[in-house]
């Protein structure tokens, strides 16, 4: 089942919600980066790639806006190490 992200600029997230439980990766913006700081995924429905889907939203909102990234936590940082196709934003 797609899921839909939705982009919450005052509160500096990507956020989804599935099943009842609300989704996000959190990030802040210093300059020209986007700093990824948190991921949170329910234990409920993990497994299920709704953390990717977050930070792929979060990396394509930042290419789209001719932001950098940097993944501070350990979530966004494994996908960017896992994505090589992300280095061009990678800060």
Do not use: N, W
């Not at 509160?11 to 599935?18: A, G, S, W």
């Amino acid at each position: 089942m797609p899921i839909t992200i939705r982009h919450v600029p005052g509160r500096t997230r990507f956020e989804t919600t599935v099943e009842g439980h609300l989704c996000l990766a959190e990030y802040r913006l210093d300059g020209g980066v986007m700093l990824i700081t948190h991921t949170e995924v329910a234990p409920e429905i993990e497994g299920r790639g709704i953390a990717a889907e977050l930070i792929r939203a979060a990396l394509d909102h930042a290419q789209a806006h001719d932001l950098k990234v940097r993944p501070l936590c350990s979530y966004a940082r494994h996908y960017m190490r896992e994505h090589p196709e992300t280095r061009a934003v990678q800060a």
